[in-house]
């Protein structure tokens, strides 16, 4: 039982029914009720319509008709008093909430806190300053960084699993977004995404992972058998090919377990990712989650998604031409007289260059694990993993009898894992593109404008690991991949309900299409009279 004292001040307030957060009140009706038994010093025994009657006055649910005793003692004008509530119902406890009076912030406000060391966000209209988190975030800090300073609603539904909700209100500014409106594209989106989980295709991953695995390890075994027992230069060839297609499989897994959990447990799938990225493949699964989820966040923007920045080697629109500035990598990508020579004739050595680009990817793993400049998660597993990579890979190789033999070896396995390299850019280079930085209120339309399927039929999914449906894996990067053409029909009726693009290409015709656009931007860096265009321009040429 305790005593409060109410001053003039604090009864006037309680009478206009002004709480603020000072106070330590009770709703005001229930408040009046009591201080009326007091006055009166009642003691009785309450009769289950009266409590019925005080619930309803006190704004309390009405199943709390429990009360067996209920007595006060004090004063009221000016003095103390206090009252004691007996109830009996180990179910319920009765929680007197303070209220308060929401506050609220524009979205002009909430866009000047996006920068490192000042980072807000907006999930559902409440805000939150995740600058502190932003280095521990499990998918890095640049999705946080390219996204601050507005709603990321979508975003975090797509990126993050439910229980993630748990953990946002210590992150909670006490503002709520001013004017805060969700369009009729993210409200289909979000209903779609509730009937997934309904439906636990969140959780049905089937037994793909398993299967992958398996096929690994055979393929493996064929690897080693034909290097070391066999000495016709065929086997040889076609040992290299297979480790290709190894790689390939071997990324699919680890793709996998970067978006959602494929093994049993957290500390299993950590393992999985390590085995089929570090070890098997020689690509540092820490590099990977590093651009990978910055390409998701910006799909298609030249100057934030690092998977269309291959300044000097290729440009996918003419934009890269005036030297922009990099935004993932923190530079200008330089448009000089060998980029513009080298891009000059990119639709040639589009092909060739793909053959050779896990030397780049081998390389871009030794930046980041070895830089003292960024945070890399798990850096010691990741060069682990990575040293066993470089153990057995150069000890196969040097089994074979001869130097041109191991050469073949060497360029075949890698021509091989071209095929993936290309997928990787059939998916994206004909796309729309843009500048800038993603924005959270059209997510959804840049997903659909910024990605092109591959249309296969369903005995080739293993193949292409589940990557040719490019539009619902962004759209849902947490759907096992088994499920991917089961959503497909729903995804493309939300694309046609709102008009938005929704492409589908053969393998061949998506080939096409990236040529195309190669050629444009290689024709355009050719003639030095032609000044940067702007994106308008850009929008109805994207494909040439």
């Known amino acids: 039982m305790r005593s409060q004292a109410f001053s003039p001040r604090e009864r006037e307030r309680e009478k206009n029914g ?103 966000i907006s999930i559902q209209g409440k805000v939150y300053n995740v600058t502190d988190w932003a280095k521990d975030h499990p ?57 997934f989980v309904k439906m636990g295709l969140f959780e049905k991953k089937e037994h793909v992972t398993l299967y992958t695995l398996s096929s690994v390890v ?7 058998y034909g290097v070391l027992s066999c000495t016709s230069v065929w086997a040889h060839l076609g040992s290299a090919l297979l480790l290709g297609l190894l790689w390939m499989q ?54 934030y998604d690092p998977d269309l920045q291959h300044i000097p080697v ?11 500035k990099s935004y993932f990598y923190g530079r200008y990508l330089k448009f000089d007289a060998l980029s513009r020579f080298l891009v000059s004739y990119q639709h040639w050595t589009f092909y060739p260059v793909l053959c050779f680009a896990r030397v780049n990817l081998y390389l871009q793993t030794f930046l980041l694990l070895f830089s003292r400049q960024r945070n890399v998660p798990d850096r010691a597993y990741n060069i682990t993993g990575i040293l066993v990579f470089w153990t057995w890979f150069p000890l196969l190789v040097s089994c074979l009898p001869n130097w041109p033999e191991r050469v073949m070896f060497v360029v075949a396995s890698m021509a091989a894992c071209s095929i993936q ?10 796309a729309n593109v843009y500048v800038g930085p993603p924005s959270g209120n059209d997510w959804f339309e840049k997903q659909t404008s910024g990605t092109l399927d591959i249309s296969c039929s369903s005995w080739m999914d293993w193949f292409f690991g589940g990557l040719q449906f490019q539009l619902e894996h962004h759209l849902f990067p ?67």
């Open 18 to 120: 002004v709480l603020g957060s000072d106070s330590a009140f009770l709703p005001p009706p229930f408040f009046l009720i009591l201080c009326l038994a007091a006055a009166h010093s009642i003691s009785f025994t309450a009769t289950p319509p009266f409590f019925s009657v005080l619930c309803s006055l006190s704004r309390l649910p009405a199943d709390l008709i429990h009360l067996l005793h209920f007595r006060t003692s004090g004063e009221y004008h000016g003095h103390s008093f206090g009252f004691i509530i007996i109830i009996i119902n180990i179910n319920i406890r009765i929680k007197i909430m303070q209220v308060v009076e929401k506050k609220y912030i524009t979205p002009e406000e909430l866009k000047e806190h996006n920068k490192p060391g000042d980072l807000w």
């Open 139 to 195: 998918g890095g800090d640049v999705p946080i960084t390219n996204l601050a300073g507005q709603d990321v609603t979508d975003a975090f539904i797509a990126y993050h699993p439910g229980t993630a909700w748990q953990y946002l209100d210590k992150f909670f500014t006490g503002y709520h977004l001013k004017d805060f409106n969700v369009s009729e594209v993210s409200k289909d989106y979000r209903k779609l995404w509730v009937e």
């Open 218 to 224: 055979v393929m493996f075994a064929i690897v080693i």
């Open 478 to 544: 947490r759907l096992p991949r088994a499920q991917l053409r089961k959503v497909s029909p729903l995804v493309i009726d939300l694309c046609k309900k709102h008009n938005l693009p929704y492409r589908s290409l053969s393998f061949f015709e998506a080939n096409l299409w990236t040529l195309k656009t190669l050629r444009t931007a290689a024709l355009q860096a050719r003639d030095h009279t032609i000044p940067p265009q702007n994106l308008l321009w850009e929008a109805f040429h994207t494909h040439g």
């Open 314 to 324: 290729f440009a996918v629109s003419s934009r890269f031409f005036s030297s922009m």
């Open 250 to 303: 071997s990324t699919y897994v680890g793709h996998d377990s970067g978006h959602y959990e494929v093994m049993s447990s957290r500390q299993y799938n950590k393992f999985a990712q390590i085995l089929c990225g570090n070890c098997l493949t020689g690509i540092s699964i820490a590099w990977w989650k590093w651009t990978h989820n910055a390409h998701h966040i910006a799909c298609n923007s030249l100057d």
């Open 421 to 430: 390299h290309l997928q990787f850019c059939l998916n994206h280079f004909a």
